[in-house]
């Protein structure tokens, strides 16, 4: 148990409060830096020791302290007003201050400080500044995050009009993905109606046949844990941790598989930007299948088209028929479609 020594003054505590004070601790943005400034404070207006500290209940852990070498890990309290805080050496009080985070934040003094209530008002509005701050930070934070995926979907769909190939694609996106989930083993897959796979690939390794087994058997995003047993062991060895299927109306079009991430941290299957980035991708694969198929379309067209014009030339010319003085000939051709079936 520490032993403090009592200072009696009759000097009151909010005789000491300045201006620098009151912003010093409206310019925090944090509640650890509130913490810390308002302790600085209540020591400046000569309190002999303060303890903040944040939790509900009756239990509190400290966030921040001075004049006191030890302060419990844990600090319990019984009564609802001015609660004594029994892990303390002396008789203390307890002020609570404001709501943060969910949890209820308090200043604990030894007991009976004079004239420590006007600056326990001064923190209650400070603190309610630094939240509303921490609000505003956290919106603007949002919009930011929700800006750059909008600008992401952009780019990403510019991408997909303006890229005529599986390879140029998956290589943008790869580089995207690899370095927002800032992962070193990424594998993206591409399957056209045929069957045929296009991978872009980063310390993956796996056939077309698993792929493919991949793509039919898992249709929602999972976790290596939540795969069946023979393909948890083939994505083991791969240090595959993470599947997300590409799929546009129910049919799968390509897949993602992801590694861990190099920080330890782990990846979260509703992060907004993978989810929306995962569904602007297969759409964008979709969208280079539609335009395959225009692009064959209209190849087997050009092909017809000279097919036509070539059965068209194997018809005697007017200028030929007219040498013939004894008969009046014409010749004409008009096949069902591009071109003509017997000639």
Aim: charged letters at 20%.
């Amino acid at each position: 148990m520490l032993s403090l020594p009592m200072k009696q003054t009759s000097e009151r505590c909010w005789d000491h409060l300045s201006a620098d004070h009151v912003v010093a601790l409206v310019s925090c943005r944090s509640l650890e830096e509130f913490a810390a400034v308002l302790c600085m404070l209540l020591c400046d207006c000569h309190v002999e020791w303060c303890i903040v500290a944040r939790g509900g209940g009756g239990t509190y852990h400290s966030i921040a302290h001075a004049g006191l070498e030890v302060v419990p890990a844990r600090l319990t309290s019984t009564s609802d007003v001015l609660r004594p805080i029994a892990e303390l050496p002396t008789q203390c009080d307890l002020h609570r201050i404001g709501l943060s985070e969910g949890e209820e934040i308090v200043t604990i003094v030894r007991s009976r400080q004079e004239g420590i209530e006007p600056i326990i008002a001064v923190a209650r509005a400070a603190l309610d500044t630094v939240a509303q701050r921490r609000k505003t930070a956290t919106l603007e934070r949002s919009l930011l995050e929700r800006n750059q995926l909008l600008q992401t979907m952009f780019e990403l769909t510019r991408d997909a009009t303006v890229t005529t190939s599986r390879e140029r694609l998956l290589h943008i996106a790869g580089l995207r993905l690899l370095a927002h989930t800032l992962t070193t083993r990424l594998m993206l897959v591409a399957i056209d109606r045929h069957g045929n796979c296009t991978t872009w690939t980063r310390g993956i390794r796996l056939d077309c046949r698993t792929i493919i087994e991949l793509t039919s058997s898992i249709s929602t995003p999972c976790s290596l844990d939540e795969c069946s047993s023979a393909l948890r062991c083939l994505l083991a060895d791969q240090y595959i941790e993470y599947v997300l299927p590409l799929r546009v109306r129910e049919e799968p079009v390509g897949i993602i598989l992801l590694g861990a991430r190099a920080d330890g941290s782990q990846l979260k299957f509703d992060d907004a930007f993978l989810v929306a980035y995962a569904n602007a991708l297969a759409v964008a694969l979709e969208q280079l299948e539609l335009v395959e198929r225009l692009v064959e379309q209209q190849r087997l067209e050009q092909e017809l088209l000279l097919a036509r014009s070539i059965q068209q030339r194997l018809l005697p010319t007017s200028d030929h028929l007219q040498t013939i003085h004894s008969a009046m000939i014409a010749a004409y051709l008009e096949p069902a479609r591009h071109v003509s079936g017997d000639y």
